[in-house]
């Protein structure tokens, strides 16, 4: 079995514990110990996820109703950062000992963002959400659209300055984390595009006609922002934070990131209500048919449910459809974006001179427990001399004191064991030695900010 960050019953206590807080207390003692559990949920449903263990912590946040305060929360931390971040980067008087706190913050919407993430590939979890759906459509659809407006690719290389001050240098990271943030989007806009039958119309209604997500998807498909060309000429791709070199016989196979675009424009064009809904006027019909150079014999064996859309877009291309369905319903709306906007609107410079008194000029006893339980947060060791039952090996089920020195997960008694189970192994090593090296990076970055 692998170790565990939670048991059910903590994932429970923290999951019933989360609350919705307001803009001001972003940074605040509360807000950071909610920032601790909802770290540890998402470890720990990584986790659940890629070992294909019972997903207790999807549970424990579906049957709290939790995901809309989740959502709340991914929201409320975007607006921070366009309003109230950049005001406190300019704040004269504001010179702080360590921006480890406002680095939490920042990094707090990734941390949100790859819970949902993992959780929204369920059905009965996107329909929990209700009428906030409504919000995280609105907010993918920002987010791709920033992404698409990356048509040259992301590159590090072009933000670099030399010897920038802590908080240049805190705006920097905050820009590289946005492209990993807004890939997250792009998923989770592809779940909610899965069980978009089942949500409110008004889903429907924003992502085909308000937003024209189909031809935001067209443009992402044809600029590829998570590929580039290095300056050796060698073709990069973007998966698991960072960039990858292609080799020549893998440049034909389509990633995790076209397969995501893929399936959302087959929801969304080939969907009964919703191609009832979409506007085939000349422009969208233009741009559709743009997709049929990308669907080559090669992508198609990969993604074989893409031969109906490829017939689609031949019938597209000889006819006309009908005008869309016009149903005389009452539209809902986003709320979430705009109700925190009005309750702050031109408080941000007196929020953040708020927040650089009571949560960003910590004591040096203050910053060093945090960065302490946040460095237990990310530690399995510690967590495992919690569990009362020693370790098993995963292939015999014996006391297991080796551990996999790739993923630091999985336990085995003897190299024969771990020989045996690596072909069951493999897929999940991957994703989990991944995921903790980009872990063990953030708290590196931590540590090294605490010591600035």
Known sequence: MASAVLFPVEADGYAQSLQEFPLKDIGSARWFRQHEYIEKLNMQAIINATTNQ???????????????????????????????????????????????????????????????????????????????VLDLADYCHRKLTLLAARSDGYEKEKMDRSSPTSLEELQKQSQELEFDISLKALSILRYITDHIDSLPLSVQTRLLNTHNVPCVLVHLMEYSPWSRHNSKGELQKYADGKWHTVPIEDRLKITKLDGQVWIALYNLVLKPNCQQRYNFN????????????????????????????????????????????KDLILEQVPVIWDRIIRENSNKWKAIAKHQVKTAFNPSEQDLREQAHRLSETYNLDVMEKLIPDHPKCAFCGAEAAKRCSRCQVERYCQRECQVKHWSKHKKACDLMAVAAKKLNEELEISQWKLNQ
């Not at 997903?55 to 929201?75: A, D, M």
């Not at 707090?108 to 929204?120: K, Q």
């Not at 198609?300 to 291309?317: K, S």
């Open 54 to 132: 019972d997903e207790f912590v999807k549970e424990t946040i579906y049957s709290h109703g939790k995901v809309s305060t989740l959502i709340h929360e991914l929201i409320a931390v975007e607006v921070w950062k366009q309003k109230v971040f950049p005001v406190l980067c300019q704040l004269q008087d504001f010179t702080p000992k360590s921006t480890f706190p406002i680095y939490i913050v920042i990094h707090h919407e990734a941390t949100i963002i790859n819970l949902l993430e993992t959780i929204f590939y369920h059905k009965d979890v996107c329909d929990s959400a209700d009428d906030t």
């Open 282 to 325: 000349n422009f969208n019909k233009n741009q559709l048919l743009k997709l049929r150079s990308f669907l080559t014999e090669v992508v198609i064996d990969q993604l074989p449910n893409l031969m109906e859309l490829q017939r689609f877009l031949a019938h597209l291309a000889m006819t006309d459809p009908p005008p869309p369905k």
